[in-house]
């Protein structure tokens, strides 16, 4: 039996935004399209959703929903760098990470150990996490399977989590209305609603070969989803290339001393991270990471560092802090890695395959 977490941010862009200016969270936001232009929003904090506006919906038609929607535009770069922050935490407790989107991913945690195993507290730990280091809110899903953990990262949302266990399933899944599964969208709606099916129980309860006749293999698929059974893998063996661990202070590091003193905490993480890499790995050169208070940022990497001890940490920490001389925002530590000569010749032959 799998653990699967389905990780999810809350109105993603817009929460970004929102860390970045607080004065924006008490006010309804959009991120996209200008009001001038045929724009369109990407999506809107939860305030603005309250006034009805949506994701995807034309910035002219959210302006007369909430006239006072303030606009803003579309960042990717800084939206990329979020997620590569977020998905970097994922990383820290297992390997079996599928990101799905920028602001989504699934976790397969079946053989973690933290909190005695229990897969909903390890959520909470990460939500928390996320919220701490990276200054966003995440909901997730704790289930048996993929479809089920998407399904319950949305009941609890923003900032909450919902766990549907075995047990759970048979119960949950009747009641359960058809366009919540992904992939049922208005078309499929109205060809099942055709056939007098609304919920999980109708399709339960349908005829296999209508529903096939009807919806072509997609008919089985809902069969199988409509019981809560979904035997999909967390698909997460792509080739690492790097690993690492950042972290984004409370309060600035005012000045190169109070850097040197974060050595101890930082090798700490950098070493749990690294102990969670397959043994398939070695490591290549480590870098250190560096972003001040004024947002810039720089990387200090050497061919000759091939592990992080006290001594060559402070010196590369000093080489970086230099650069800039003034107070640090977050520290990162990294390492190239890359597959060890066996399984590098076994992982070409199953991309030839
Ligand atoms: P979603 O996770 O679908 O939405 P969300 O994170 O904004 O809100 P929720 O709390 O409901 O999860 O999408 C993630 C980001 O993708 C979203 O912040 C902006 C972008 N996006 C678009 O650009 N266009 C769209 O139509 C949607 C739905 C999202
Ligand atoms: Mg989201």
Redesign the pocket.
């Known amino acids: 039996m799998r653990k699967i977490i389905h990780c ?8 970004v935004e929102m860390r970045d200016n607080k004065a924006l969270c008490s006010l309804p936001i959009a ?1 996209g399209g200008s009001k001038n232009g045929r724009g369109v929003l ?2 809107c904090n939860y305030i603005a959703r309250s006034f009805g506006v949506r ?2 919906m034309p910035t002219r038609t959210a302006l007369q929903l909430c006239p006072r929607l303030v606009i803003l535009p579309v960042d990717m770069q800084k939206y990329r760098d979020v997620s590569n922050q977020i998905k970097a935490i994922f990383l820290e407790f297992t390997e079996r990470v599928e990101p799905v ?4 991913a699934y976790l397969d945690v079946s053989y973690n150990k933290e909190f005695s195993g229990s897969a909903s507290l390890l959520a909470n730990h990460i939500r928390e996490k996320i919220h701490s280091e990276v200054g966003v809110t995440a ?1 997730a899903g704790i289930a048996p399977n993929k479809f089920l953990a998407k399904i319950a990262s ?1 009941i609890n ?2 900032n909450g989590q919902f766990v549907i266990t075995p047990n759970d399933v048979d119960a949950f899944m009747p009641g359960l209305n058809i366009r919540k599964i992904p992939g049922v969208g208005t078309i499929s709606e109205k060809k099942l609603n055709k056939l007098g099916i609304y919920t999980c129980s109708d399709i339960q309860s349908s005829s296999p070969d209508a529903l096939i006749k009807a919806m072509g293999s997609f008919g089985e698929v809902l069969l199988k989803r409509s019981f809560g059974i979904d035997d999909r893998e967390v698909q997460h063996k792509h080739v690492r290339k790097s690993i690492s661990i950042e972290r984004t202070f409370p309060e600035d590091l005012k000045d190169f001393e109070a850097c040197l003193k974060k050595v101890p905490y930082l090798l700490e993480n950098f070493q749990n991270r690294l102990s969670r890499l397959s043994d398939k790995y070695h490591v290549k050169t480590c870098f250190l990471k560096i972003k001040f208070n004024d947002f810039s940022q720089t990387t200090l990497e050497k061919n000759s560092i091939k592990t992080f001890t006290v001594e060559n940490l402070e010196s590369l920490i000093y080489e970086a802090w230099i650069r800039k001389s003034r107070p640090v925002r977050l520290m990162g530590l990294g390492a190239r890695i890359s597959l060890n000569g066996k399984d590098k010749a076994k992982r070409q032959l199953e991309l030839l395959s």
């Open positions: 999810d941010c809350d109105c993603f862009y817009a929460s991120v990407t999506t994701s995807a989107s920028l602001d989504e909901s949305d949302k923003p």
